[in-house]
């Protein structure tokens, strides 16, 4: 009798584990990718000390580099989820621009503002307190697990028109780097850089800092580029 119970319980056990993978089988594996698109605003005329919610605008480089970002965008055979700017008046005015050429009002976060992270190069941590470092960590960290998450049902192609050291830090954090390497790159104006996001929430570099779509005389560089240009903002 107990062997009989035993056998019966083993068969009910093997049917149920044979249900569960069948069940497996059938449910269709999440494939979706989340592509962000992170662009960094056009050539701006920098003055310090002035409010950059209201000042440091693009020159006329700069409305020319945005046009021809946002042209680059267009061409591409996808349709755009999501665009959205910081709110400095630089990537502000450079996804307005954009957005005349995608037919695409961009929306604004504060998130996406350009701040200092933490660094450990001595000439810029001379010039930021720890609370201000501390401050910029946290606000970008905010703006990843805002905006870097997975799309598992399908693709998704968001636009996140922004700046330089946001860039760097999302590019560093995207490829397991130290974060406070973020300033051993340099990145173009008007450059794409793209990170996808996979079903699992990993993430991937597909570009970085590409500026395929400027003529090398309107190329500009957070320091030297890639040396056809002095021209650095």
Known sequence: MQRRLGAFLLGSM??????????????PKATGIRYIYLI?????????????????A???LGHEQAVLVGKRLAALPVKMTLFVSSDYTRARETAEDMGKVLGMAPAQDSLLHECTPTTERADIVQDYTA????ACDANLLAAWDKYVRPSPEKDAHDVLVCHGNVIRWFVSKAVKNDTRNWSTMDIGNASVTVIAVRADGTTRLVMYSDVGHLPPEKTTWTGRGAGWTTTAR
Do not use: Q, W
């Open 14 to 27: 093997l049917m149920l584990a044979f249900a569960a993978a069948v069940r497996a089988a059938e449910t």
């Open 40 to 56: 960094r605003h056009g050539m701006y005329e920098h003055e310090r000390h002035v409010d950059d919610r209201v000042g440091n």
């Open 58 to 60: 693009m020159n006329a």
């Open 131 to 134: 609370a201000e470092f501390a």
